[in-house]
């Protein structure tokens, strides 16, 4: 066992067989449904904090079946953290806060995915992880409880990590697909400044981030799909009701994406987003996966075995003005590819590349202090179908490559180790060093780290097929 003393009271957390102290489950705020949270500033007694707490309700997804997710249990009352250190806190150790992805719908930390042990040995660190309301609980309408839910997890971070021997002056916080976004709508927040010197944004979901409007419209489809008049009367719904009706909402194909997201609010959130978060002078370090959506294409029925027909009206249906100008780009581009690969491409860029292309290029000049990245390595596993798809790239950040559920999605080649340890290490630089080490992006030579088995550094694009897709996208 381990005691910390914090200005909230005194934790109690366990040693682990690596000598890393071990805090989980920690309170950092609470809140009534539907109500911004309340940061915790003080307990009476030992906290007891060696148990993950439960993680937000959420619907049982393929995305949880795939990661393996580990059962604690549900609650709206999960607004916990968790917190591995090294074995003393005699010194201040640069933090990383992780905010988990999900489509802002579900997932959780505890994941051996980001199991943060390593992480924390590798660095000498303080690491965090963090939960926050999921779904019609943290982002029905323009709420944003959510992303409050995160600004408050700094606050605590901010008044109680340097008893974990942690410098508050010196977080990084990172997170993928939807934590990714929440990094870059926590770096466009006026709330969060100043809580944080660094941050990098794992294959962010920017497409998610919605207008007022589109707010307005997911709620009031929502209350519908509850057999509701107003939000105050689903104050006084169960736990289940709210699921079964966001449940509901979420079986519209047309209307899922609307529905639990990010609001550009004027206030919690300014209206351009992208554009205050390219302007905030952090370190920012951006990049996305090669095959982001291999992976939704393959769970999804209707999309994993296209021909080149049924590809071409895919691509009809989402760009009805250039799908075959796309098509002919894409097939020029990737001549290996198939049908169902092609639309997976496609997709990639449309939701992820496009939208980060977009935060760079907002990014001011003046500010040198910006780096990007394209995971490329490729998983062995169904034949190489998967590709670098979504999601790949969080077990070598982390560098967890050894622990066995991740093997479901990497294989188990003790060579991705290799690959381990060089990423987390260049996230571990930004922090240490204000630098993850290779060249910054400006706008001439878009120097972008291709991390891959070896990796290498792309001025200006130099492979021809990403050149072309960067001038058809951004010169539409």
Same mark, same amino acid.
């Given at each position: 066992?381990?005691?910390?003393?914090?200005?909230?009271?005194?934790?109690?957390?366990?040693?682990?067989?690596?000598?890393?102290?071990?805090?989980?489950?920690?309170?950092?705020?609470?809140?009534?449904?539907?109500?911004?949270?309340?940061?915790?500033?003080?307990?009476?007694?030992?906290?007891?904090?060696?148990?993950?707490?439960?993680?937000?309700?959420?619907?049982?997804?393929?995305?949880?079946?795939?990661?393996?997710?580990?059962?604690?249990?549900?609650?709206?009352?999960?607004?916990?953290?968790?917190?591995?250190?090294?074995?003393?806190?005699?010194?201040?150790?640069?933090?990383?806060?992780?905010?988990?992805?999900?489509?802002?719908?579900?997932?959780?930390?505890?994941?051996?995915?980001?199991?943060?042990?390593?992480?924390?040995?590798?660095?000498?660190?303080?690491?965090?992880?963090?939960?926050?309301?999921?779904?019609?609980?943290?982002?029905?309408?323009?709420?944003?409880?959510?992303?409050?839910?995160?600004?408050?997890?700094?606050?605590?971070?901010?008044?109680?990590?340097?008893?974990?021997?942690?410098?508050?002056?010196?977080?990084?916080?990172?997170?993928?697909? +939807?934590?990714?976004?929440?990094?870059?709508?926590?770096?466009?927040?006026? @709330?969060? &400044? #100043?809580?944080?010197?660094? /941050?990098? !944004?794992?294959?962010?979901?920017?497409?998610?981030?919605?207008?007022?409007?589109?707010?307005?419209?997911?709620?009031?489809?929502?209350?519908?799909?509850?057999?509701?008049?107003?939000?105050?009367?689903?104050?006084?719904?169960?736990?289940?009701?709210?699921?079964?009706?966001?449940?509901?909402?979420?079986?519209?194909?047309?209307?899922?994406?609307?529905?639990?997201?990010?609001?550009?609010?004027?206030?919690?959130?300014?209206?351009?987003?992208?554009?205050?978060?390219?302007?905030?002078?952090?370190?920012?370090?951006?990049?996305?996966?090669?095959?982001?959506?291999?992976?939704?294409?393959?769970?999804?029925? +209707?999309?994993?075995?296209?021909?080149?027909?049924?590809?071409?009206?895919? @691509?009809? &249906? #989402?760009?009805?003005?250039? /799908?075959? !100008?796309?098509?002919?780009?894409?097939?020029?581009?990737?001549?290996?590819?198939?049908?169902?690969?092609?639309?997976?491409?496609?997709?990639?860029?449309?939701?992820?590349?496009?939208?980060?292309?977009?935060?760079?290029?907002?990014?001011?000049?003046?500010?040198?202090?910006?780096?990007?990245?394209?995971?490329?390595?490729?998983?062995?596993?169904?034949?190489?179908?998967?590709?670098?798809?979504?999601?790949?790239?969080?077990?070598?950040?982390?560098?967890?490559?050894?622990?066995?559920?991740?093997?479901?999605?990497?294989?188990?080649?003790?060579?991705?180790?290799?690959?381990?340890?060089?990423?987390?290490?260049?996230?571990?630089?930004?922090?240490?060093?204000?630098?993850?080490?290779?060249?910054?992006?400006?706008?001439?030579?878009? /120097?972008?780290?291709?991390?891959?088995?070896?990796?290498?550094?792309?001025?200006?694009?130099?492979?021809?097929?990403?050149?072309?897709?960067?001038?058809?996208?951004?010169?539409?």
């Amino acid at each position: 066992m381990t005691l910390v003393n914090t200005p909230c009271g005194e934790i109690r957390g366990t040693n682990s067989s690596a000598g890393v102290r071990v805090f989980k489950g920690i309170r950092f705020a609470t809140a009534k449904r539907f109500t911004p949270p309340t940061v915790v500033t003080s307990w009476s007694g030992i906290y007891e904090a060696n148990e993950i707490g439960p993680e937000c309700p959420q619907i049982d997804s393929q995305l949880r079946t795939l990661l393996a997710a580990d059962n604690s249990g549900q609650s709206e009352d999960c607004l916990l953290l968790n917190i591995t250190a090294p074995s003393d806190s005699t010194s201040e150790r640069p933090v990383y806060v992780w905010i988990h992805g999900g489509a802002f719908t579900n997932v959780t930390p505890p994941l051996s995915w980001n199991e943060s042990q390593q992480l924390t040995i590798d660095g000498n660190a303080v690491v965090v992880t963090i939960s926050y309301r999921l779904g019609a609980f943290g982002f029905l309408g323009d709420l944003n409880l959510g992303i409050l839910d995160q600004i408050a997890a700094l606050q605590w971070v901010q008044n109680n990590i340097e008893s974990f021997g942690g410098n508050p002056n010196n977080v990084t916080i990172f997170g993928q697909s +939807a934590g990714g976004c929440s990094v870059v709508a926590l770096m466009a927040s006026p @709330l969060a &400044t #100043n809580l944080f010197a660094h /941050a990098w !944004a794992m294959s962010p979901s920017l497409g998610q981030i919605r207008t007022k409007e589109s707010a307005a419209q997911g709620l009031e489809i929502f209350l519908k799909a509850a057999n509701a008049e107003t939000l105050s009367q689903l104050e006084t719904f169960t736990t289940q009701e709210i699921l079964q009706a966001q449940d509901k909402m979420m079986l519209d194909i047309a209307n899922w994406n609307q529905g639990f997201s990010p609001t550009a609010d004027g206030t919690i959130l300014p209206l351009d987003v992208v554009s205050a978060a390219a302007s905030n002078p952090v370190d920012l370090v951006i990049g996305t996966t090669r095959d982001e959506s291999r992976i939704f294409n393959m769970l999804n029925p +209707a999309l994993n075995n296209l021909d080149h027909d049924q590809a071409l009206d895919v @691509l009809r &249906t #989402n760009h009805p003005q250039r /799908a075959e !100008a796309i098509w002919s780009l894409y097939n020029t581009c990737y001549p290996e590819y198939t049908p169902t690969q092609i639309v997976a491409a496609v997709d990639t860029d449309t939701h992820f590349r496009l939208h980060m292309w977009n935060m760079l290029k907002s990014r001011p000049t003046e500010l040198t202090n910006t780096w990007s990245y394209m995971f490329t390595w490729a998983s062995p596993l169904y034949d190489g179908a998967l590709g670098a798809s979504h999601g790949i790239d969080i077990p070598f950040i982390f560098n967890n490559t050894s622990l066995p559920r991740v093997h479901i999605y990497t294989s188990d080649d003790p060579t991705n180790g290799v690959l381990g340890a060089e990423m987390s290490r260049d996230l571990l630089n930004l922090g240490l060093k204000g630098d993850p080490n290779w060249q910054p992006y400006d706008q001439t030579k878009r /120097a972008t780290k291709i991390f891959n088995m070896p990796s290498s550094i792309a001025l200006s694009y130099e492979q021809s097929t990403d050149n072309l897709v960067y001038d058809f996208w951004m010169n539409a």
